[in-house]
């Protein structure tokens, strides 16, 4: 199996590097490509089974958007012929249709899903996120300058039940369009997810019973799913 992971050295913030570290505990014979913004990513002219990038700054974010533009009909084709994906944090507003700047400039990105994100630098949002996806809960957590407005509608992953979706207005979280995965929440959400994460990882062809600390994993995510659900703890601002 080959696993790409998009310039991790930029866009592995807020802890979302676990996820990296968690992909190379559990696939231990796999290829790991990581791919700089100096290389032309591997995924181009090779085939990959999983593409991971995660959040980043807003300067690099538009360096990013730049360095992958050209490659834009490559990464549709992937996604089409059901590459699997998992983008977190700001990098899915990569994917989508525009950036609109703080102040006021329009940054033209991928325009792959319908939906564009709006910055407010002056109020980052911190919250924790409970959500429900294809029968089970899911946790994460969110940290960002920005708020996601669909202008069509979008392939949801995420149905929130406590915590913002893609802006206070909308419950929705995350896209999920044949094996891509994109979401604002951050976790390492992998390590917090243990039945998705056990889900996706059987779909890659993982052959062993358990996944890297299950019970442990799956102890504190029943934990934290009580403390989430716990109507005292403050949601947001």
Same mark, same amino acid.
């Given at each position: 199996?080959?696993?790409?992971?998009?310039?991790?050295?930029?866009?592995? $913030?807020?802890?979302?590097?676990?996820? +990296?570290?968690?992909? *190379?505990?559990?696939?231990?014979?796999?290829?790991?490509?990581?791919?700089? =913004?100096?290389?032309?990513?591997?995924? /181009?002219?090779?085939?990959?089974?999983?593409?991971?990038?995660?959040?980043?700054?807003?300067?690099?974010?538009?360096? +990013?958007?730049? *360095?992958?533009?050209?490659?834009?009909?490559?990464?549709?084709?992937?996604?089409?012929?059901?590459?699997?994906? $998992?983008?977190?944090?700001?990098? =899915?507003?990569?994917?989508?249709?525009?950036?609109?700047? !703080?102040?006021?400039?329009?940054?033209?990105?991928?325009?792959?899903?319908?939906?564009?994100?709006?910055?407010? $630098?002056?109020?980052?949002?911190?919250?924790?996120?409970?959500?429900?996806?294809?029968?089970?809960?899911? #946790?994460?957590?969110?940290?960002?300058?920005?708020?996601?407005?669909?202008?069509?509608? =979008?392939? #949801?992953?995420?149905?929130?039940?406590?915590?913002?979706?893609?802006?206070? !207005? =909308? !419950?929705?979280?995350?896209? &999920?369009?044949?094996?891509?995965?994109?979401?604002?929440?951050?976790?390492?959400?992998? /390590?917090?997810?243990?039945?998705?994460?056990?889900?996706?990882?059987?779909?890659?062809?993982?052959?062993?019973?358990? +996944?890297?600390?299950?019970?442990?994993? +799956?102890?504190?995510?029943? &934990?934290?799913? #009580?403390?989430?659900?716990?109507? *005292?703890?403050?949601?947001?601002?």
């Amino acid at each position: 199996m080959i696993i790409e992971l998009l310039y991790p050295s930029i866009s592995a $913030l807020y802890g979302e590097k676990g996820n +990296i570290d968690y992909l *190379k505990l559990s696939f231990k014979d796999a290829t790991f490509i990581e791919t700089d =913004l100096n290389t032309t990513p591997y995924f /181009v002219n090779h085939s990959v089974d999983f593409i991971f990038m995660g959040p980043t700054t807003e300067r690099f974010q538009k360096i +990013i958007i730049d *360095k992958l533009l050209p490659y834009k009909e490559r990464i549709i084709e992937l996604i089409n012929h059901n590459t699997y994906f $998992l983008i977190t944090g700001n990098a =899915l507003e990569i994917f989508g249709s525009y950036i609109i700047e !703080d102040n006021g400039n329009r940054v033209n990105a991928l325009d792959l899903f319908p939906f564009y994100s709006k910055q407010d $630098l002056m109020h980052r949002f911190n919250s924790y996120v409970l959500a429900e996806y294809n029968g089970y809960e899911f #946790v994460g957590f969110k940290s960002q300058f920005t708020r996601v407005y669909p202008t069509a509608e =979008l392939p #949801v992953w995420l149905n929130v039940k406590r915590g913002i979706g893609f802006n206070k !207005d =909308l !419950d929705p979280e995350g896209i &999920k369009f044949h094996n891509f995965y994109g979401t604002h929440c951050l976790g390492p959400i992998l /390590v917090m997810n243990p039945m998705f994460t056990k889900e996706l990882f059987n779909q890659l062809g993982y052959t062993f019973d358990l +996944i890297p600390f299950e019970e442990d994993l +799956i102890k504190a995510f029943n &934990k934290r799913v #009580v403390e989430f659900k716990d109507e *005292k703890l403050i949601n947001y601002p």
